[in-house]
């Protein structure tokens, strides 16, 4: 049975390596789909709605068409047809530099005819509201119902009931590198496509579909990417657009979003709203829990989120609805549904363990069935000092008042069989290993090189790990789920398994010894019964002469495993003048399953928990009732954290056993319970609703006064 | 009532219109007429619209000579600009992330100061220093920030990182110890949304010890 052996035997698997890429990265060096000039290059750009809800009466390019350095003028909305949310396209232009693009923008003659919006859930929930769809009743889509066991049964045992409501905004992803691509045709039925994309593969589908041509003439190269965080998995309006305005120019077009189409129109994190009831015995089991919900994942749906969340509850009746507004569509967003059901889960937990006059701690280790859990809990509370925090909300003295809180979190992870992996051993002693993966910034290129480097006993350096091209037709899966690392790691360790047999195959009747006789040392092969017979690497692919190793592997399932759990402890100081919530410090215990490196590991970790805090203190879409428009569409107004938000942060990597699980996701879960919870204990009033921003704790504490 | 429930209740349709500045003559409107350096160009730009100069910029120690218009970024010439020879000058390091000087992703040396490319004009840029993330390191040798940042992974998709580079340097040129406080505070012009922070503070400690 594969494995990957004992941690004690592990030479570069589990510890800290740093990553193949970074030279690139803090020279300037790496490339990114932005950074593409290629010769002969137009810009393009797409002209976009500023109303949310109108009929488009009358396009008119002429103007734009006749600027000197303008290349093409194209529409991407017929006149008859409806806009449905700020942002949606209009046209598009191709000209020979990105500010003559920006020109021609404001050349192009649009009418419109304005109609009634909606913009928030509440406007659109009200009765007699205008229609996003006219085909739909009304803005809510028939609800989903789910349960189990006997709600009224179980409130009836409840000792003490807890009914809130809870809600989270919607969140933008705010990729550093706006979605875009550059699009060169070779001719007339080929072209190059650098997308910034966290599925290669995806793409050139998606877009061979769409041009009408066969997959393998659409080759994708997406060398490195700045970000995407669940939202860069199709080429989108804008990756067909440049697609054709490159096919009418002939020429190579560039075509980014700006900063605000990205909050527009590039995705976000749906909002939510629940009402919920539920239920706990004396004893602290949870019994009951009841809860109605919705959220707005904009036009279209898609608005789901979980609840409950981690704990048991025996009984349990949802029920949850889709709210249209007039605003751009969701798409998945670093773990969809879990962040904002997390935060009402364990604001609830809470609230329930006040009740009952228990620690939360206590109360949740009562309720929560997960044993790799119950571990983390004990680590966790060691970590933070569990036993300073407030036993009593709020009854700390002074202006500035500490407290601390604890969520948790849960995840899949466990990949998927969808890649595709070849590892090379050249007669010159140079390794490649290729598959058509894409590195979102999470370091799977670098803990491709740390497996192929410990099956061989060399370096990570020594291996080229080629990714994010789909030219070798090597396909890999998307990376979203948290599934990148568990779906590739076990195809390039039975690659580099099946390639290093290959070549003992060669190595043996030199070393005049059985194959199965054989190891792998540090640069070199040698017998295992007698180790006086050694030959270094390159000796040993010396033999090869003009043949290359060229090995597949199988995504063998007992190398990966799924569903991690992980749990968070914050610890906060509120400035009840000021209402400023400052985080002290953030414990995030993750389970990671076999962290291939370790190093790379701790940073996204670090990076959860720091978009956790984004989402728990300062991150909302804010739109305009009165005029449809999102007023935050920029990097100034909408707040994503910076410096001196970023608390002492104590990543923990959980690794409890020896299967590769993803954790691109889980550790941006447990993070908003874990503040909210600690801001109730630091100044003994409840904050329900998403961000915790200096307003909120002020009206808060006036109420409580 | 609010304003809004007024105007779905007279169940007005409004027409509104985008249009641009100056119809017909479009060309005109993004043309301001300053910046001109002799009268040969100030005559051109009454045809042409569109008023050009020559410049020359000192980047990383070369000389480029380089056409702009007025409103031409100096990042707009270091990431898409040619020279009068028609080479591309193609420093892509500095990055444009939020087009309006509030993320630092564009960050560059202007005689040592850290500067938002973004946000100054390429022709205010003549007969300065400019130092692009590109020239920090010395040929191979890498700048000590660029070591500690691959040390100790302060990078995670990487497209800030340049800004940070630069940012660090500048802080570091400042004030050779910086504690904590003043780290945050050196580098709070530079937005990341992977959340590589810790590890940003922990490399421009390192390096601190090391310069």
């Known amino acids: 049975m594969a494995s990957w052996g004992e941690a004690s035997q592990s030479r570069l698997i589990g510890k800290r390596i740093t990553r193949l890429s970074g030279k690139e990265k803090v020279t300037g060096k790496a490339k990114y789909t932005y950074d593409i000039n290629r010769p002969g290059m137009l810009y393009g750009r797409i002209l976009r709605s500023e109303v949310p809800h109108a009929t488009v009466t009358e396009i008119d390019l002429t103007d734009a068409q006749e600027m000197p350095g303008v290349r093409a003028v194209m529409p991407l909305i017929e006149a008859g047809r409806k806009i449905r949310y700020q942002g949606q396209e209009i046209a598009a232009v191709a000209a020979e530099t990105d500010d003559i693009a920006k020109d021609a923008l404001r050349a192009i003659y ?80 080929n072209l190059t496509v650098w997308a910034s994309t966290q599925a290669v593969f995806g793409v050139r589908n998606d877009l061979a579909r769409r041009l009408e041509l066969p997959a393998n003439q659409v080759h994708v190269i997406t060398e490195h990417m700045g970000g995407g965080f669940g939202s860069k998995f199709s080429p989108g309006v804008e990756g067909l657009t440049a697609a054709r305005l490159s096919r009418m120019t002939e020429r190579p077009v560039k ?47 898609g608005a789901g989120f979980t609840g409950p969340y981690v704990y048991h509850v025996p009984n349990i009746r949802t029920e949850r609805t889709n709210v249209a507004v007039n605003a751009g569509s969701q798409r998945a967003m670093r773990a969809p549904g879990h962040p904002q059901g997390a935060f ?43 036993h ?105 360790k039975t690659a580099a398994a099946n390639a290093k047999q290959k070549l003992f195959e060669h190595v043996a009747p030199l070393l005049q010894a059985p194959v199965d006789d054989l190891r792998i040392g540090t640069g070199t092969i040698y017998v295992a ?15 090869l002469g003009q043949e290359t190793i060229s090995e597949g592997g199988e995504w063998d399932r007992e190398l990966r495993q799924g569903g991690v759990a992980g749990t968070q402890f914050a610890e906060v100081e509120v400035d009840t003048q000021t209402g400023h919530v400052k985080i002290l410090k953030i414990v995030a215990v993750q389970d990671c399953g076999l962290a291939i490196n370790r190093l790379t590991t701790e940073s996204q970790i670090n990076g959860g928990v720091i978009m956790g805090i984004g989402q728990t203190l300062l991150e909302e879409r804010i739109m305009d009732p009165m005029t449809g428009r999102m007023l935050n569409a920029n990097l100034e107004d909408y707040k994503v954290p910076g410096t001196h938000e970023i608390p002492e942060i104590k ?54 006064a | 009532m609010s304003d809004k429930d007024k105007k779905q209740d007279t169940n007005i349709s409004r027409r509104s219109f985008i249009k641009g500045v100056g119809t017909g003559t479009v060309a005109a409107t993004v043309a301001p007429a300053i910046l001109v350096s002799d009268e040969k160009t100030a005559e051109a730009q009454t045809d042409q619209a569109i008023s050009k100069a020559e410049i020359q910029l000192n980047i990383n120690d070369t000389l480029y000579e380089i056409e702009v218009e007025a409103r031409t970024t100096l990042l707009t010439v270091l990431r898409d600009g040619t020279d009068t020879g028609g080479n591309n000058v193609d420093l892509t390091g500095a990055k444009l992330i939020c087009d309006r000087g509030e993320c630092g992703g564009c960050t560059v040396l202007v005689d040592g100061k850290a500067v938002y490319a973004c946000m100054m004009l390429a022709m205010d840029a003549q007969g300065k220093q400019i130092t692009t993330v590109e020239g920090i390191a010395n040929g191979d040798n890498l700048h000590p920030i660029q070591e500690a940042f691959i040390k100790h992974d302060a990078m995670m998709c990487g497209f800030c990182t340049p800004g940070f580079i630069v940012s660090s340097v500048a802080l570091l040129n400042e004030n050779r110890k910086p504690t904590l406080t003043e780290i945050k505070e050196g580098l709070s012009g530079n937005t990341c949304r992977c959340g590589t922070y810790p590890f940003i503070f922990d490399a421009v400690e390192t390096a601190s010890e090391k310069m």
Request: aromatic fraction near 4%.
């Open chain 1, 110 to 189: 649009v009418e419109l005819e304005e109609l009634p919006f909606v913009a928030t859930e509440a406007d659109a929930m009200a009765e007699g509201a205008p229609q996003v769809h006219d085909d739909w009743n009304g803005n809510q889509s028939n609800p989903s119902r789910g349960g189990q066991g006997d709600v009224e049964a179980g409130f009836a045992e409840a000792a003490v009931t807890v009914e809130a409501t809870y809600h989270t905004p919607v969140q933008t992803h705010v990729c550093l590198e706006t979605h875009g691509h550059v699009v060169e045709w070779t001719d007339e039925q």
């Open chain 1, 255 to 301: 075509l980014m979003l700006t900063r605000k189409a990205e909050h527009l129109v590039a995705g976000n994190r749906p909002s939510m709203t629940q009402h919920v009831k539920a239920g706990a015995t004396r004893d602290g089991r949870l019994i009951a829990y009841d809860m109605r919900g919705h959220g707005t994942g904009g036009t279209g749906g």
């Open chain 1, 344 to 386: 009402a889960m364990d604001s609830l937990m809470d609230e329930l363990a006040e009740k009952l006059g228990m620690n939360p701690l206590e109360f949740r280790r009562l309720n929560d069935e997960s044993e790799v859990r119950q571990a983390q809990y004990t680590l966790g509370a060691q970590e933070i000092g569990w």
């Open chain 1, 388 to 492: 300073r925090r407030n036993s009593v909300a709020g009854s700390g003295t002074g202006i500035k008042k500490r407290g601390m809180g604890v969520g948790s979190g849960q995840w899949g992870g466990g990949g998927g069989a969808n890649t595709q992996a070849r590892v090379n051993i050249n007669a010159d002693g140079t390794v490649e290993a290729i598959t058509g993966t894409q590195d979102l910034g999470t370091g799977i290129r670098t803990a491709i090189a740390i497996i192929v480097a410990e099956e061989f006993g060399l370096t990570t350096e020594d291996i080229i790990v080629k990714i994010g091209d789909s030219a070798p037709g090597l396909p890999a899966g998307g990376s979203g789920g948290s599934q990148t690392t568990p779906s590739v790691a076990p195809v390039i």
């Open chain 1, 529 to 543: 019964s007698d180790r006086t017979k050694t030959v270094t690497w390159q000796q040993a692919t010396g033999l």
């Open chain 1, 651 to 704: 990543p923990i990597v959980f690794d409890t056993h020896r299967k590769v699980s993803g954790v691109g996701e889980p550790p941006c879960i447990p993070t908003l319970g874990a503040i909210a919870n600690a801001v109730y204990n630091a100044i003994g009033v409840r904050i329900r609703e998403l961000p915790i921003t200096p307003d909120k704790v002020l009206n808060a504490l006036a109420e409580k």
